[in-house]
């Protein structure tokens, strides 16, 4: 393996070599020289190899090809006069790309290959993948490569890299239910995942403030469940278009519809779905969690989850299960006489688990798996052996690290989020402190870490929206990014600033409104 070839002594020095050198996320391999090669805009394109499995036609390669040509030289017209330094380096015209295996119209999933070698020499200027997937990153990992010289002139310096991920879930989540992301907002952060290496989209779509999601099946959830049902809500088209942007960029799509809590705004929209609360013997007027007892709860899951299973295409759905406030349940006498006839007794994480079982069974019958948060697995569900569990909570009931042991000698797969919180705020440069995690530094065998798939970034909407988004995710998100990609040992905060730091500028340079790390400047500041 590649990795086993990083050269960690090196590593170091090429950072400091000059901008060539400064990529993010950090490659597994990677060998540069202060060697360089010209590139002419006016002349330079990206070629399929004739016997490349993908070839013109490809949409997310030609899609991507214009990206990048775009991102490298701007859209301006290039007629060589711009070049007004003699030259007696070698010039690169073209980046040759070569795909072993086919499929361009196929979505990515958690088993997609990603992994590629970039070759830039005397003789060749190379990108090697086994897939598209692989492809995209390696066209991202040579955009970051080219560097130009204060009279104008574009460079790209000797370099040979091999690269893959070292985990293959590395997901960004927005919430749009606190508050409601335009389209182009989502649009955006897809973008800037890709620059980033993210390759899994979460979309906490619906919660208790809001239901923008516009359900063909189901119309008035997002009628009365919106904040406004003309302006606030994501259409069928709109979810297609998110989902293929989202596919060009090598990106998957996991949809969340958290249940059995999270759901007053479904209640707006489905009469009898949310549970009654009480006060002594009579109706408060307010209502609580799903009410799990009732056969048209199921029936109205069933039918609704079999319309985000074709809307979705993704294998995996996100079912929530989280914060499941069961002081509703517990003052409805109907719940009480119906725990009482199933033997539960006062245990309510029965009930819960008697709920989450069912609607995991309806899923899965739909061909689906799905991904739920931790307190699924902490309350003793039974769920299904290739249930993936997300953990979020740092210190409840135990600390993560302890959570991810206790989850992975269950035999369960798992992703982390705990320590990567984004909407979390503090004064100074807190992307150190996502960016020191380890995630398989808790105890446990070499079978138990292998069940670690990787982990998510979060961005909790209560506070925030297309005003301060961007700058809140970037570039403290790519802390996370590196984190899920790059080698292990690659950890050293001095180290990752400087290529952080630079690496941010390059977003300011891409139209990205990514904030400071420190006291400092960039060369082309944001417009």
């Known amino acids: 393996m590649a990795g086993s070839r990083l050269w960690f002594p090196l590593l170091l020095a090429a950072a400091f070599a000059g901008p060539a050198t400064a990529l993010w996320p950090w490659p597994q391999y990677i060998q540069t020289s202060d060697w360089p090669y010209t590139i002419s805009p006016h002349s330079f394109q990206f070629q399929y190899h004739a016997r490349s499995a993908a070839q013109s036609g490809c949409s997310v390669l030609d899609e991507a090809f214009q990206r990048y040509r775009d991102l490298l030289f701007g859209s301006e017209s290039w007629d ?12 690169k015209s073209s980046l040759v790309i070569l795909v072993v295996t086919p499929g361009c119209d196929q979505l990515p999933s958690l088993e997609s290959l990603e992994n590629y070698t ?4 005397n003789e060749q200027c190379f990108l090697l993948s086994e897939t598209i997937w692989g492809a995209l990153r390696g066209l991202e990992t040579f955009s970051q490569l080219v560097w130009r010289s204060p009279e104008g002139t574009f460079f790209i310096n000797k370099t040979e890299i091999e690269d893959f991920p070292r985990f293959p879930h590395r997901g960004l989540l927005l919430d749009t239910s606190r508050h409601y992301l335009p389209l182009p907002s989502i ?5 800037v995942m890709a620059y980033n290496k993210f390759n899994v989209f979460h979309w906490h779509l619906v919660d208790d403030p809001s239901f923008p999601y516009e359900s063909s099946t189901f119309p008035e959830l997002t009628r009365k469940g919106s904040y406004n049902p003309a302006t606030h809500i994501y259409t069928a088209q709109d979810v297609k278009v998110v989902i293929e942007y989202a596919r060009l960029r090598g990106i998957r799509v996991l949809a969340e519809f958290d249940t059995p809590g999270h759901t007053l705004s479904w209640g707006r929209g489905v009469s009898g779905l949310l549970t009654p609360c009480y006060s002594g013997s009579q109706p408060s007027g307010t209502f609580g969690p799903v009410n799990p007892i009732l056969n048209s709860t199921y029936e109205f899951m ?3 989850f079999l319309e985000v299973s074709s809307v979705f295409p993704d294998f995996y759905l996100h079912l929530g299960g989280d914060e499941v406030d069961f002081a509703c349940w517990k003052s409805n006498p109907d719940i009480q006489a119906f725990m009482k006839k199933k033997g539960f007794g006062n245990d309510f994480k029965q009930l819960e688990s008697f709920y989450i079982q069912t609607l995991l069974d309806i899923v ?12 699924v697995f902490d309350n003793n569900v039974k769920v299904q052996p290739d249930t993936i569990i997300q953990v979020w909570r740092e210190e409840i009931p135990v600390n993560y690290l302890k959570e991810m042991a206790l989850i992975t000698e269950a035999g369960f797969r798992v992703l982390l989020s705990a320590p990567w919180y984004l909407n979390r705020i503090n004064y100074g440069p807190d992307w150190e402190n996502f960016y020191m995690v380890e995630p398989l530094s808790f105890e446990g065998s070499p079978e138990q870490k292998a069940l670690v798939i990787g982990g998510e970034a979060c961005m909790w909407g209560e506070y925030v929206d297309s ?7 970037w570039p403290r998100a790519g802390a996370v990014a590196e984190r899920l990609w790059s080698n292990k040992v690659v950890t050293n905060p ?15 340079r891409r139209g990205v409104q990514a904030q400071p790390l420190n006291v400092g400047y960039c060369e082309q500041e944001f417009e």
């Open 187 to 191: 649009l955006d952060t897809l973008d």
């Open 118 to 121: 970039l070759t830039i020499n």
């Open 494 to 508: 001095e180290f990752a600033l400087k290529r952080l730091a630079q690496f941010r500028c390059e977003l300011l």
């Open 302 to 304: 069933n039918t609704f």
């Open 467 to 473: 005003t301060n988004l961007v700058p809140r995710l």
């Open 364 to 375: 899965s019958a739909y061909g689906k798996g799905y991904v739920v948060w931790q307190e």
């Open 80 to 91: 060589g006069s711009a070049r007004t330094e003699k030259q007696n380096t070698l010039e």
